[in-house]
C-alpha cells in the first residue's frame, strides 16, 4: 500500500487558520482509516507498531483542540505535537512503502 501522509494538505496546518482545522480533521480521519486498513490486514500489532501505538491520531487530535481554542493546550504544544505527529507519520510511510516494495519482490 503506497502512503504519502505528510503531503501538500498536512503542511496547511502549521498556518493555523480554518483550512488549518480542515486538513487536521481530515488527516485525523486518514491515519484513522490507515490503522483500520493495516490491523485486517496484518493485525493489531501491526498497526500499533507502524502508527506508533495511536500516537499519530492523538498528537494531531491535541492540535486540533489547540486550534480550537482549548486553554489545556498552548500553542508551544501544538508545536511539539506538530512536529512529532509528522517525524512519526514520515517514519511511518517509510515502513509503509517499504513494505510494499518487498511485496513486490
Given at each position: 500500500?503506497?502512503?504519502?501522509?505528510?503531503?501538500h494538505s498536512w503542511t496547511k496546518i502549521?498556518?493555523?487558520?480554518?483550512?488549518?482545522?480542515v486538513a487536521l480533521r481530515g488527516k485525523i480521519e486518514e491515519v484513522e482509516q490507515?490503522?483500520?486498513?493495516?490491523?485486517?490486514?496484518?493485525g493489531e500489532e501491526a498497526a500499533r507498531n507502524v502508527l506508533n501505538d495511536g500516537l499519530i491520531v492523538h498528537a494531531l487530535k491535541r492540535c486540533q483542540e489547540?486550534?480550537?481554542g482549548s486553554t489545556s493546550v498552548t500553542e508551544q504544544d501544538f508545536w511539539v505535537c506538530y512536529e512529532f505527529a509528522t517525524t512519526e507519520a514520515r517514519k511511518a510511510e517509510k515502513i509503509l512503502n517499504e513494505d510494499e516494495s518487498e511485496d513486490d519482490e
Amino acid at each position: 500500500m503506497s502512503v504519502k501522509l505528510v503531503d501538500h494538505s498536512w503542511t496547511k496546518i502549521i498556518e493555523r487558520d480554518a483550512f488549518a482545522k480542515v486538513a487536521l480533521r481530515g488527516k485525523i480521519e486518514e491515519v484513522e482509516q490507515l490503522a483500520e486498513a493495516i490491523r485486517s490486514k496484518d493485525g493489531e500489532e501491526a498497526a500499533r507498531n507502524v502508527l506508533n501505538d495511536g500516537l499519530i491520531v492523538h498528537a494531531l487530535k491535541r492540535c486540533q483542540e489547540n486550534l480550537d481554542g482549548s486553554t489545556s493546550v498552548t500553542e508551544q504544544d501544538f508545536w511539539v505535537c506538530y512536529e512529532f505527529a509528522t517525524t512519526e507519520a514520515r517514519k511511518a510511510e517509510k515502513i509503509l512503502n517499504e513494505d510494499e516494495s518487498e511485496d513486490d519482490e
